[in-house]
């Protein structure tokens, strides 16, 4: 537990396409759930077994669909299971749905959300770090198919995002790293001062003292919505904020060993090495990413033998017939958008390092 600190609140408004905002309010925010929902006659809490334990107290004012635990479940199956119980409980074009949990819990419930009798209106609890910096924010909403991930989806931007920092305190700490990877990415993607928060502060500090783990919440987040107001649908510059992914999604596809988090602080570390390469960054700039990645506790490589992670890569959702982008950082606290041809990846990765 946190000690005791004056409440803190900051709300950001993500401009949606329609001209409407996405209220985001990240702090001590929990309990104004109330305040962000509209008066209708039927409330919906889509959630997981795990958050309902913690917080059914919350969920059990309303009616709940809760769903099973894990990336597995991020699938058509669940998305059935949503649809036939939205069906029971007499759901219409007037009802409103909430999506209390982490980033699979959301994703899925905006999307079933979106789509459900054309969708109907819609707003989250991030109860995970991860969530509370990517997944609930920006209306990135849908489900894994054959293996590939996110392969179903819309985008389609939540009415609010409640991100409290209290309920941090409570993740287990694999969780809680693999959310700092997401940070850490905001960082060097377009928030310089950010990332030095984690030079200079260890990964106890972010743990256990709120007010800083408050700040990375929010800069995070004022990135997301600086590149999501630019290219909400993911036509350009919205590709940065995958800075890392592109490997990460190639790690979870050979292997289950790891968290998203994890992978793409792997990721992050081949693309470092590869900027670098590239004569986009420093050796010390490099090696000071190495360390902050270190510092959080994420894990170094993935074992995956390179052959390996070049036949998942071909498979990229995001690829084109025989090319790749790939995020590149320049310095800190930029990046660029680079294609190549997957016979050139081979040869920059070997020549990195
Ligand atoms: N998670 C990347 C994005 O929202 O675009």
């Known amino acids: 537990m946190y000690d005791y600190i004056d409440i803190m609140k900051e709300i950001l408004k993500v401009k949606r396409g329609d001209g409407s905002y996405s209220e985001v309010a990240i702090g001590d925010v929990i309990d104004t759930l109330d305040n962000y ?3 209708v ?3 919906i809490v889509i959630t997981d077994e795990n958050v309902y334990k913690y917080y059914n107290t919350f969920i059990d004012k309303y009616e709940k669909i809760v769903i099973g635990l894990g990336e597995k479940n991020k699938s058509l199956k669940t998305l059935d299971y949503i649809y036939g119980e939205l069906l029971r409980m007499g759901a219409d074009r007037g009802s409103y749905i909430v ?3 982490g980033g699979i819990v959301t994703d899925i419930a905006g999307f079933a959300a979106s789509t459900y009798m054309r969708g109907l209106g819609f707003g989250f609890v991030a109860t995970t770090l991860l969530a509370q910096v990517d997944a609930s924010v920006g209306g990135k909403n ?3 198919f054959e293996g590939f991930k996110n392969m179903i ?3 389609n931007q939540p009415d609010f995002v409640l991100c409290d920092i209290s309920v941090l305190s409570s993740l287990p700490e694999r969780e ?3 959310g700092l990877a997401e940070v850490i990415k905001s ?4 928030d310089k001062g950010l990332f030095e928060l984690f030079e200079h502060n260890s990964y106890d500090d972010f743990r256990n003292n709120k007010e800083l783990l408050f700040e990375a919440v929010t800069r995070a987040v004022a990135v997301k919505k600086t590149i999501v107001e630019i290219d909400e649908r993911e036509t350009g510059d919205r590709k940065k904020l995958n800075l890392g992914h592109t490997f990460a999604h190639a790690i979870e596809k050979c292997s289950r060993e790891f968290v998203h988090g994890e992978a793409v602080g792997i990721g992050m570390r081949i693309i470092a090495d590869v900027s670098l390469n590239e004569g986009l960054i420093t050796s010390a700039q490099r090696d000071s990413i190495s360390k902050v990645l270190d510092n959080a506790g994420l894990p170094v490589e993935s074992g995956i033998p390179m052959p390996q992670l070049m036949e998942a890569l071909k498979n990229d959702k995001k690829k084109e017939s025989d090319s790749v982008s790939l995020i590149l950082m320049k310095g800190i606290g930029e990046c660029v958008i680079r294609k190549y041809k997957f016979d050139e990846i081979n040869g920059i990765i070997k020549n990195a390092d």
């Open 142 to 144: 849908g489900v894994n």
């Open 37 to 39: 929902l509209p008066k």
């Open 153 to 155: 989806g819309v985008f």
């Open 176 to 178: 809680f790293r693999s």
């Open 41 to 43: 006659k039927k409330m």
């Open 99 to 101: 999506g209390f949990g």
């Open 187 to 190: 960082g060097l993607i377009l």
